[in-house]
């Protein structure tokens, strides 16, 4: 599948819930509405979306949400996908709280997922209990081992946020090292309303890096997951720190990606409200040709790049979805 602009869309990215345990400030307000359950694609009709972007040429999958660990049953749609690994699909991959990694890990390693993403924005107790308004830190953490343990390699996802970890950032990079994860840093996006103000949240990656480069040596590397983050190996530890900035760099020509969320809605830009809804083709029974024309339709009117500016005004949202609908 080759967009308009000749990139070659590879990498699906599928939410299979809006729910979370979870309530991070910057992601979602307290009072969170989720959606009703008949709203949601079933795991088979995931399972069936999937198959036919695999068909056409997916090779990677992330499965994501909201938190994908707290949809019942999302195992067997982890062993279906896991199935089609080496038929078409190369990766199959998970971004997750990390809150029940400990119990899912080792089925996880046996569906075949060799990497995943745990968000963990602090490594003190009483400020991740305060960013996720409701988490207890330990379970991460035993989430996190858990995985490693099971031979998954880690990457830790961190949000920077001005004020909040800005001081943690050159000690978490320390801690990653020690225990051999990968650290991505992503700047805020504004996406959906939440109860807080993001240009007070909002903290500029290039000031991160500039202060990391005090302590560490960040090496230059052409690493490239496929995804948008900038890798530099720190010399020190051997481990790579990503930096996501669509803030302040403009992330689009190599993006290779669109977005599944979990009623089958396709966005074919984190940053653009255009999308193709698939649950109704998948209800109204559509065939798999039928199925893979209106695919092959949506990636054809892929965007360029995205909009994301900050309102100085009011801090408010550029996009109104939050990013548990869209899937991080
Ligand atoms: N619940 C899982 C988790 O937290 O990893 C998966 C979904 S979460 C929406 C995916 C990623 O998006 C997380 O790393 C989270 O920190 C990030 N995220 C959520 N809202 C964001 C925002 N407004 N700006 C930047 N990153 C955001
Ligand atoms: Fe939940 Fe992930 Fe959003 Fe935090 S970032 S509220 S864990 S979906």
């Given at each position: 599948?080759?967009?308009?602009?000749?990139r070659a869309?590879?990498y699906?990215?599928?939410s299979?819930?809006?729910?979370c345990?979870?309530?991070?400030?910057y992601?979602m307000?307290?009072?969170?509405?989720?959606?009703?359950?008949?709203?949601?694609?079933?795991?088979e009709?995931?399972?069936r979306?999937?198959?036919?972007?695999?068909?056409?040429g997916?090779?990677?999958?992330r499965?994501?949400?909201g938190?994908?660990?707290v949809?019942?049953?999302?195992?067997?749609?982890?062993?279906?996908?896991?199935s089609r690994?080496?038929?078409?699909?190369?990766?199959?991959?998970?971004t997750?709280?990390?809150?029940?990694?400990?119990?899912?890990?080792?089925?996880?390693?046996a569906?075949?997922v060799?990497?995943?993403?745990?968000?963990?924005?602090?490594?003190?107790?009483?400020?991740?209990?305060?960013?996720?308004?409701?988490?207890?830190?330990?379970?991460?953490?035993?989430?996190i081992?858990?995985?490693?343990?099971?031979g998954?390699?880690?990457k830790?996802n961190?949000?920077?946020?001005?004020?909040f970890n800005?001081?943690?950032?050159?000690?978490?990079?320390?801690?990653?090292?020690?225990?051999?994860?990968d650290?991505?840093l992503?700047?805020?996006?504004?996406?959906?309303?939440?109860d807080e103000?993001?240009?007070d949240?909002y903290?500029p990656?290039?000031?991160?890096?500039s202060?990391?480069?005090k302590?560490?040596?960040?090496?230059?590397?052409?690493?490239?997951t496929?995804?948008?983050?900038?890798?530099?190996?720190?010399?020190?530890?051997?481990?790579?720190?990503?930096?996501?900035?669509?803030?302040?760099?403009n992330?689009c020509?190599?993006?290779?990606r669109?977005?599944?969320?979990?009623?089958?809605?396709?966005?074919?830009?984190l940053?653009?409200n255009?999308a193709?809804?698939?649950?109704?083709?998948?209800?109204?029974?559509?065939?798999?040709?039928?199925?893979?024309?209106a695919?092959?339709?949506a990636i054809?009117r892929?965007p360029?790049?995205?909009?994301?500016?900050?309102?100085?005004?009011?801090?408010?949202?550029?996009?109104?979805?939050h990013?548990?609908?869209?899937?991080?």
């Amino acid at each position: 599948m080759i967009d308009p602009f000749g990139r070659a869309i590879t990498y699906l990215r599928v939410s299979v819930t809006d729910r979370c345990d979870l309530r991070c400030t910057y992601c979602m307000a307290d009072d969170m509405r989720f959606l009703p359950k008949a709203e949601l694609l079933t795991l088979e009709e995931l399972d069936r979306l999937c198959a036919a972007f695999i068909r056409l040429g997916t090779d990677k999958i992330r499965i994501t949400g909201g938190e994908p660990l707290v949809r019942r049953n999302v195992m067997q749609l982890f062993q279906a996908l896991g199935s089609r690994i080496g038929g078409g699909l190369r990766e199959l991959t998970l971004t997750t709280n990390g809150t029940r990694l400990a119990e899912f890990a080792p089925d996880l390693a046996a569906a075949g997922v060799r990497r995943v993403n745990v968000s963990l924005d602090t490594l003190d107790p009483a400020k991740f209990t305060a960013i996720t308004r409701r988490g207890k830190i330990e379970k991460t953490l035993d989430g996190i081992f858990a995985a490693k343990a099971a031979g998954i390699a880690v990457k830790i996802n961190a949000v920077a946020l001005k004020g909040f970890n800005e001081e943690e950032i050159s000690p978490m990079l320390g801690w990653c090292g020690e225990h051999g994860f990968d650290l991505c840093l992503i700047e805020t996006m504004p996406m959906g309303e939440i109860d807080e103000d993001r240009t007070d949240q909002y903290l500029p990656l290039s000031l991160v890096r500039s202060r990391l480069r005090k302590s560490w040596t960040l090496e230059d590397t052409d690493y490239k997951t496929g995804g948008p983050a900038r890798y530099y190996i720190v010399a020190e530890t051997g481990q790579r720190v990503g930096f996501i900035t669509p803030m302040t760099h403009n992330f689009c020509e190599s993006c290779n990606r669109v977005r599944l969320t979990c009623t089958g809605t396709l966005y074919m830009c984190l940053g653009q409200n255009d999308a193709a809804d698939f649950r109704s083709i998948l209800r109204d029974g559509a065939s798999d040709d039928e199925l893979d024309g209106a695919i092959r339709a949506a990636i054809a009117r892929k965007p360029k790049g995205h909009d994301f500016i900050i309102d100085r005004t009011h801090g408010g949202p550029a996009v109104a979805r939050h990013m548990s609908v869209t899937g991080g």
